[in-house]
């Protein structure tokens, strides 16, 4: 084909030459550009994602971040409500118009649709999931969004699942109450997001303790917490606790959550404002995105601040095998790896290591990384190339034996005697 871009993952053509496969993300709007989306995410339902997603897209708005909310939970929206939107979205010839709250935060949700809140959705999965769709490529969001923050629908099921594949999502918090971290229905949610390639941001535990207002004394009403425990043994880093606190209730009743103050979240916020800080790595060759991440012998790091370049260096990795490379890129400050071709191993060892894969993308780098960092990029974060998805190209062991030069210049020769290690 005259216009083949090598990127399979995100072209729809019926190509002899396809080496991946085609990719569900969905285009968004033209008028929108959003720097970074964070799903939140539960096992069940009930358990406060909705608060949580409210609280964080308050925290970052207060901190001067164009923010936005995409209730992607349809059978049950809470976003309206808790922000006291009575107001319906108006659509235009480009597309549906956000309702925005108070302090500016741009929302979407089926309520701002329907002519009565309490009409209930009575449609099946295919139909959610379109809707949670077209909520991204039809509603006119903005070209400057810093934070999309979408509520997702409690579970592991049909609409979760496309919401991940079809919205760029760049990292997810799971919300948990003290008993689903003895059930282990977030074990669920974990592992739905690391089969999908997707960074665990953090862990929120709800409904963690109440302090008493008459003795100030905290107790734990669930049972004692366990979260730490959990963080660490699915190896997630951050990790927060809510307080019961009846205000928070009364809050949302209200619908003045934009009131609300409190400590809780904002370490997670520290967190979030680092993902639009962190460095962006480039597989690098002659000032173009490098085709190939598991060749790679250059990287070019991009220092970024408040989602902008701020300088970019190169630098050679000194480590083979994608665990290796994974947690040298992680070393020098990466969360987000932008590159061409990548296979099924590199994206889940990044993955394991905190960074985000914005893979098929192809030209000069810093123009690419530019154009990224404005959201104006249809990534994707699957493999887009097949090569080391094949069984062949593997040991008994597991080991990496594809023959191929690793990133550093050591060859296994396809022995296997590498371990994918090599120097
Ligand atoms: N920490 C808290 N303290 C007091 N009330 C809370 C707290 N967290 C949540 N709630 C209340 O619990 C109810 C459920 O919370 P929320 O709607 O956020 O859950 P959810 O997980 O989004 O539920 P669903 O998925 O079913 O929509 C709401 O009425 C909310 O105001």
Same mark, same amino acid.
């Given at each position: ?12 053509? /019926?190509?002899? /030459?396809?080496?991946? +496969? #085609? ?19 539960? &096992? ?11 609280? @964080? ?59 009565? !809140?309490?009409? =209930?959705?009575?449609?099946?999965? =295919? ?15 903005? /070209? ?15 609409? *979760? ?8 999502? !760049? ?6 109450? +003290?008993? #689903? ?17 997707? *960074? ?31 963080? #660490?043994?699915?190896?997630? !880093? ?7 606190? +009846? ?15 409190? *400590?809780?979240? !904002? ?7 680092? @993902? @639009? ?5 480039? *597989? ?75 893979? &098929?993308?192809?030209? =000069? ?39 191929? #030069? ?18």
């Amino acid at each position: 084909m005259s216009d083949c871009t090598n990127n399979c993952g995100s072209c729809s053509a /019926d190509c002899k /030459d396809r080496t991946a +496969p #085609e990719s569900f993300l969905e285009e968004s709007n033209s008028l929108s550009q959003v720097k970074k989306v964070i799903g939140i995410v539960s &096992g069940k339902g009930g358990v406060g994602k909705s608060m949580v997603t409210s609280l @964080l897209a308050v925290l970052m708005n207060r901190r001067n971040y164009v923010t936005a909310i995409l209730d992607a939970d349809i059978t049950g929206p809470s976003i309206p409500k808790a922000f006291g939107l009575q107001e319906k979205a108006l659509g235009t010839e480009a597309g549906i118009l956000t309702v925005d709250t108070d302090s500016g935060i741009r929302t979407m949700s089926i309520n701002s649709l329907l002519e009565e !809140d309490s009409d =209930p959705v009575v449609w099946r999965g =295919p139909i959610i999931a379109g809707t949670v769709k077209q909520f991204w490529s039809d509603v006119i969001w903005g /070209d400057d969004v810093d934070f999309m923050f979408i509520d997702m629908p409690p579970g592991t099921g049909d609409v *979760p699942l496309t919401v991940f594949q079809s919205l760029p999502v !760049d990292g997810i918090v799971i919300v948990t109450s +003290p008993q #689903e971290l003895v059930s282990m229905i977030v074990g669920k949610a974990v592992k739905m997001a690391q089969l999908m390639n997707i *960074p665990i941001l953090g862990i929120v535990e709800n409904m963690s303790y109440f302090v008493c207002p008459d003795c100030g004394q905290s107790h734990a009403i669930f049972g004692e917490s366990r979260i730490q425990q959990v963080a #660490e043994e699915y190896g997630i !880093d951050q990790v927060a606790r809510l307080p019961i606190q +009846p205000q928070l209730a009364s809050a949302v009743d209200r619908g003045a959550i934009e009131s609300v103050e409190g *400590p809780w979240l !904002d370490e997670l916020a520290d967190l979030l404002e680092g @993902l @639009l800080n962190a460095k962006v790595a480039v *597989p690098y060759e002659d000032g173009q995105i490098f085709q190939h991440f598991g060749h790679a012998k250059q990287f070019q790091l991009f220092d970024i601040q408040r989602g902008e370049i701020k300088s970019s260096e190169l630098i050679t990795a000194d480590c083979g095998g994608h665990g290796a490379l994974a947690e040298f890129l992680a070393h020098q400050g990466v969360r987000t790896v932008l590159c061409g071709g990548i296979g099924d191993g590199a994206i889940q060892a990044l993955a394991g290591s905190g960074i985000t894969v914005a893979a &098929g993308v192809a030209g =000069p780098s810093q123009e690419q990384v530019e154009l990224y960092l404005k959201g104006a990029l249809t990534v994707s974060n699957q493999p887009t190339c097949d090569r080391h998805n094949q069984k062949e190209h593997q040991s008994a062991q597991g080991e990496h034996q594809c023959g191929h #030069e690793h990133a550093t210049g050591g060859s296994c020769g396809g022995q296997g005697s590498c371990g994918g290690s090599c120097h």
